[in-house]
């Protein structure tokens, strides 16, 4: 349809850099989950800074290139939907950084972790996916992931009901799968929240999602 | 050398241009300087207020402006009239053109003929014989209407033309009729323009002589009625600078100088209540 | 209400329009009635001397003969030769006056030439007859006939009313006409050109030579030729000066010697003329009006010519 | 949300270019419609024949209605009054200069003849005050009006119209000729006038139109391309060609 603007280029550009952060920062966290790695904090919450530091960036530049070139149409949803995406992915990096938080507060070396690591590929993907439907304009891929987005729930209530399913396990398993498990289907909605976004960049329709 | 030799011509070039200039300008102030030492000679108070048969000039001056102010009478309002047709229905079309045309022809007929068509339709029509001519200063006025015409009609047309558009369309806009536009607003604005050229047209009549020689003729007394001959200053000068006798071609100078002041003064208020007429090159 | 007033001025709105529209015909009757007055009243001379009424030699109003010659010469000579003298002059003061005068000076440089164009012809006629014509005898005629009179265009004897008189009248009359129309075209010379050939190294002359006269060549042909008109139809100075004469250059060559014009002729004999002669007057006048409108015609289209002309 | 001017099936030519194209829209009662589009889209000859201005330049033809209140002004109404009742101001400040500041703004009432002295000094001194003119030029009413800066003048010839009491204010570019502090002013003064009257005004500047308008109307070659409220049109636009336009990436 219409080409980008150079601002526009620059503020992809650097969502972009922010998925790559969370792209790093969520391989870390599913190594230390599978392997089961604790004192990660630190390292997490340099990511979380620097991620919140882009998120900055990127409200700067928004605001100013509303200021400064008066975007109508598809170029104003890009701009404010650009400014959401920035803000939902800083809240997913934040809630991969919630991961290793509960990780190093629990030991949790016995504990069957397999389900929620499962999970967190899958909601690390709809986040992928969510980006690349962004970068795309892609609203049907939105559309599906949206629709994906039902199946996280339901697994990540199947995990919440492990203390009636698995009544053997250790109280502090249970306790942290649940919270991870609340952790990434928080996540997973974010990547609802981006798709959602993408949507209306394209079709200029909102969908009620959020 | 090559420079040199440009340089020379250049400076050749303006010395020419302005020797010629002064050769001009030079003819030009000795008309003034004459008529200026020699009308003064026959100036006096009684010179200008007696009439000729007193030996003053009272009645041709009188009778200048009488018959000046019944060609205005006649010619301003036809060339306004005129020039407001031009101007803002005569845009296109056969008659238009042909009304234009003719306006142009008639400033470029001599004032001789038009004093001609005066003299062969007024005052032969108006005599009894070939022998006994009734000569009218109406005739007079005529043929000088009819040289004012052209004048004040170009002048009527160009300055309502030059108006923009915008005004226009902001009269339309209001609903106003095209006629209350045309008069009260179009050339409301234009008056100025129209004031301009009929002065100029005046100070031109004033200074024409053929078109009276045969038809106000002259008179050496106050003007009774303006359906009689009359005296103007045009042919007083012209009569008595041919007449040889040294006291009378003292009183054409007199005369002159009068004239002349009449048509530099006009001349002159116009110069200073209209902006400079040529632009500036740069 | 609204409705009635709206139809109210409607009706205003066409009245008006043809009561401008009668007055633009009355000036167009006029215009017609000149000429038609003018063909008709000179129908008995163009019955009653044909061809030779173009190129008889003789005016004799007691005998019924005229001959219109000397006066078309006298006219068309006098007008032609003044109007030639007057370009360079015209253009000389108008490169003058566009080029090299200095800001301050051309408000009463202009304000000359417009003067010069305003003094009433009768005016420049009594100079010429009272100041000019003595001045001339003796300063100019007498020894350029005693130097070179042998010459037939330079014989004597010196009248001081001559036909030379009336060309440098008409010259000085002329000169504003053309002067005017040049310093207007000259003054519209397209400026980026100009100061492309200044900044090109080119000097005031030059540019002058190479941009300003060519562009505005077809204008100063056009007052050239208005000029002419002006010259063609003047009266009184020439009556004045001319010294009225009905045989030049029929009876010697001498540009000293007396002379007429159309104009003249008419001023002087159509207050006496009756029957015939007031006709071949007409017919005369008649001429006249012909060369007079078809000068003015070439001229506006000319200038119509120019004016629509684009630059750049 | 009432409609009061109903276009039906508007052409308008130049000789044989066809300027308008089928032109239909319902311009809704006392909001601000704002008309924009590239140069040469129709928009000025959209706007001139709804007060019949189209009709004057040569070559020019119509057809279609236009219903001002159901009543259509290409009928049986006359041409002056349907200009008296749909005022109009040009892109370029047009004050009559051969009057006062005073009587400029009465010019059209006092021209048709129809009011006293009094009362038209009084209308005069309303308008002034309407369109926030009378406190800065009170002391120079008997001055001419283009004596007045550019956006006094503007202000002036919206008074001009207003004076009229027109139903429906058509406004072609106003402020184009302006700088940015009468521009805001004269901005200003459209969004109070739609309390009395409806405007519909051209601007090629978008975010003017964005700024001030209700409703929006998007002229492609002579076509009208998209209709809706400001906000819809600028922040979603249906149509690709509008949304090519309002972005700037035309051509």
Redesign the interface.
């Known amino acids: 349809m219409t080409t980008d603007l150079e601002y526009l280029n620059r503020i992809n550009a650097m969502i972009a850099q922010m998925q790559e952060i969370n792209e790093t920062l969520g391989a870390i966290v599913q190594d230390a989950l599978k392997n089961k790695k604790q004192g990660l904090r630190s390292t997490a919450y340099e990511f979380s800074k620097s991620i919140q530091l882009k998120e900055d960036d990127v409200m700067e530049m928004c605001v100013g290139s509303i200021i400064r070139y008066q975007p109508f149409a598809s170029d104003l949803r890009a701009v404010t939907v650009a400014m959401k995406l920035s803000y939902d992915l800083s809240r997913v990096c934040r809630y991969l950084y919630n991961v290793i938080e509960t990780l190093d507060e629990f030991e949790v070396k016995s504990c069957d972790v397999k389900e929620v690591s499962a999970l967190l590929d899958d909601a690390r993907e709809m986040v992928r996916q969510s980006l690349k439907a962004y970068f795309e304009r892609d609203a049907k891929k939105a559309a599906e992931i949206i629709k994906s987005d039902d199946s996280i729930d339901q697994r990540y209530r199947m995990i919440l009901s492990m203390h009636r399913t698995k009544p053997t396990s250790k109280t502090e398993c249970i306790l942290f799968n649940g919270l991870t498990a609340r952790i990434i289907e928080r996540l997973a909605d974010h990547a609802c929240y981006i798709s959602s976004e993408v949507i209306y960049l394209v079709t200029g329709r909102r969908t009620d999602y959020r | 050398m090559h420079l040199l030799s440009r340089k020379r011509k250049e400076t050749f070039v303006k010395i020419l241009c302005f020797l010629v200039t002064a050769a001009v300008i030079i003819p030009l102030l000795w008309i003034i300087g004459d008529v200026i030492y020699n009308g003064l000679a026959a100036w006096n108070i009684s010179f200008l207020v007696s009439p000729v048969i007193q030996g003053g000039i009272g009645n041709a001056i009188l009778g200048t402006f009488i018959i000046n102010g019944m060609a205005c009478l006649f010619g301003i309002p036809l060339g306004v009239l005129t020039g407001m047709y031009l101007s803002e229905y005569g845009q296109e079309g056969w008659f238009a053109s042909m009304v234009r045309t003719t306006v142009e022809s008639l400033s470029g007929i001599p004032s001789l003929i038009l004093g001609l068509f005066a003299y062969a339709t007024i005052i032969i029509a108006l005599s009894q014989s070939a022998t006994d001519r009734h000569y009218t200063a109406i005739a007079s006025a005529l043929a000088l209407g009819l040289m004012m015409i052209p004048l004040v009609g170009k002048a009527t047309e160009e300055s309502m033309r030059v108006i923009s558009n915008d005004i226009r369309e902001a009269a339309i806009a209001l609903g106003v009729p095209k006629w209350i536009r045309t008069t009260r607003i179009v050339l409301a604005i234009a008056k100025g323009g129209v004031l301009t050229g009929s002065l100029l047209a005046f100070a031109r009549i004033s200074g024409e002589t053929a078109p009276l020689l045969f038809t106000a003729l002259f008179s050496n007394f106050w003007p009774t009625g303006i359906n009689q001959p009359m005296a103007s200053l045009q042919v007083l000068i012209y009569n008595y600078a041919l007449s040889g006798y040294p006291n009378l071609v003292t009183q054409a100078w007199g005369a002159a100088l009068f004239l002349a002041l009449i048509v530099v003064a006009i001349n002159i208020i116009v110069r200073v209540y209209t902006k400079p007429k040529y632009k500036e090159g740069f | 209400m609204k409705a009635r007033k709206s139809h109210f001025f409607k009706l205003q709105d066409s009245l008006f329009k043809y009561f401008l529209i009668a007055c633009s015909l009355i000036v167009v009757g006029l215009f017609v009635a000149i000429f038609l007055m003018l063909f008709e009243t000179s129908l008995p001379s163009i019955y009653q001397n044909g061809w030779s009424f173009l190129t008889g030699l003789v005016w004799d109003p007691n005998n019924n003969i005229f001959g219109a010659l000397p006066a078309i010469a006298g006219t068309l000579i006098s007008a032609a030769v003044a109007t030639l003298v007057a370009i360079p002059l015209s253009i000389g003061i108008a490169i003058f006056f566009t080029e090299y005068a200095p800001a301050r000076s051309k408000l009463v440089l202009s304000l000359f030439i417009d003067l010069l164009a305003a003094i009433p012809s009768v005016i420049y006629g009594i100079w010429g007859l009272w100041i000019i014509a003595p001045l001339i005898k003796t300063n100019v005629e007498q020894p350029i006939i005693g130097a070179i009179g042998f010459i037939p265009l330079f014989s004597g004897p010196a009248y001081g009313l001559s036909i030379f008189l009336a060309i440098v009248i008409l010259t000085i009359m002329v000169i504003p006409i053309i002067t005017a129309i040049t310093i207007e075209l000259l003054s519209k010379t397209p400026v980026p050109l100009k100061e492309g050939m200044i900044s090109l190294g080119a000097t005031k002359s030059e540019t002058i030579r190479h941009l300003g006269l060519p562009f505005a060549r077809l204008g100063i042909v056009a007052a050239v030729i208005l000029g002419l008109g002006r010259a063609l139809g003047e009266t009184m100075a020439v009556t004045m000066v001319i010294g009225n004469s009905y045989y030049w250059p029929f009876s010697g060559y001498s540009i000293f010697a007396p002379a007429t014009t159309i104009t003249s002729k008419i001023a002087g004999a159509v207050g006496e003329a009756g029957g015939l002669e007031f006709s071949a007057l007409l017919e005369m006048a008649l001429i006249l009006m012909v060369i007079s409108l078809a000068v003015n015609f070439i001229s506006r289209s000319l200038i119509k010519r120019t004016s629509k002309r684009g630059f750049g | 949300m009432q409609t009061k001017l109903d276009v039906q099936d508007l052409n308008a030519w130049f000789y044989q270019k066809q300027a308008l194209k089928n032109v239909n829209v319902k311009i809704p009662e006392k909001m601000v419609t704002a008309v924009i589009g590239p140069s040469g889209c129709g928009k000025s000859t959209f706007i001139r024949c709804i007060?019949r201005?189209h009709e004057?330049v040569?070559g020019a033809k119509v057809s279609g209605k236009v219903l001002l209140d159901g009543a259509d002004i290409y009928g049986t109404m006359?041409p002056?009054?349907?200009?008296?009742k749909v005022?109009?101001v040009?892109q370029?400040p047009?004050?009559?200069?051969?009057m006062s500041v005073a009587d400029n703004v009465v010019?059209?009432l006092k021209?048709?003849g129809?009011y006293k002295k009094q009362e038209l000094s009084e209308l005069s001194d309303a308008n002034l005050k309407s369109v926030g003119l009378w406190e800065e030029v009170k002391d120079d009413l008997k001055k001419s009006g283009a004596s007045l800066s550019g956006g006094q003048q503007q202000r002036l010839?919206i008074a001009?119209?207003l004076a009229?009491n027109p139903e429906v204010i058509l406004m072609d570019e106003p402020s184009s000729a302006l700088d940015p502090a009468s521009t805001a002013k004269i901005e200003e003064l459209v969004k109070k006038l739609k309390n009395e009257t409806t405007v519909i005004i051209i601007t090629h500047n978008?975010?003017q139109a964005?700024r001030i308008s209700d409703m929006t109307a998007f002229f492609y070659l002579g076509e009208l391309i998209e209709f809706d409220q400001t906000a819809n049109i600028?922040?979603?636009?249906?149509n690709?060609l509008?949304?090519?336009y309002?972005?700037g990436?035309f051509g």
């Open positions: 007060n201005m004057l040569p006359d002056m009054d349907v200009r008296r005022g109009m040009f370029k047009n004050p009559f200069p051969n010019a059209g021209l048709l129809t010839c001009r119209a009229m978008v975010q964005a600028f922040e979603s636009p249906k690709q509008t949304e090519r309002i972005t990436r």
